[in-house]
């Protein structure tokens, strides 16, 4: 065990250096199955709203960028153990993420998170709600009284009311909208939930230098405007 921790950390620190001389790849990850915010396209690429802001943030911090896609599950540790670089995948900052990687600052605010079921009248409060598994949506789920039922895909939580698995979902309201507009039998119901902290990028806590470079460029775009504007693009949150 502590010859693979070993080799971790030798993997992140020579990560760190292959790119700190401007030349080599910086590789980006997202999960690619949350639409508008990542989602593979009928070509087989990364798309949706973090891959255009991603490539407009590499391209503002003058660095060569890659993409892949990883499952949400395992997504910060293969960050952690040196397989790719960056995060960006709709992921909100939170205190117990926030120990294990480091964040940018958010590229949007806190944005609500909303409730879809097969009808209005669905229990919420006592009923059996659906989550993807290590998000803020499950983690509010399983201290609100409701039974949690989690899932590895956003697909797989939709999939679960529609089967009668489960009574309702709870995600964010944009993954929602995209979800309704795909599937009319489902619906919004309840109340939205602000959870969160907002989305930001996630870097291991040894590259605070690469970090800076992304969280300047998240800057840059909120100045001059260009981050609303994709924001409302992708229709994926409020905006600043």
Known sequence: MRTLILSAAAAAIAASAAYADGHSVVRLTTEGAYPPWNFVNDNGEVDGFERELGDELCLRAELNCEWSVNEWDSIIPNLT????????????????????????????????????????????????????????????????GATLVEFSSPDDTIAAIVNGEADAVLADASFIGTAIEANGDIMFVGDPVMLGGGVGMGFRESDGELRAKFDAAIQSMKDDGTLNALIAKWEVSSQW
């Open 81 to 144: 153990s040196g397989n790719y670089d960056a995060i960006i995948a709709g992921m909100s900052i939170t205190d117990e993420r926030d120990e294990v990687i480091d964040f940018t600052q958010a590229y949007t605010p806190p944005d609500p998170s909303a409730y879809a079921a097969l009808s209005a009248d669905v229990d919420l409060a006592g009923g059996v709600i659906a989550a993807q598994a290590g998000t803020i949506q499950a983690g509010f789920v399983a201290e609100s």
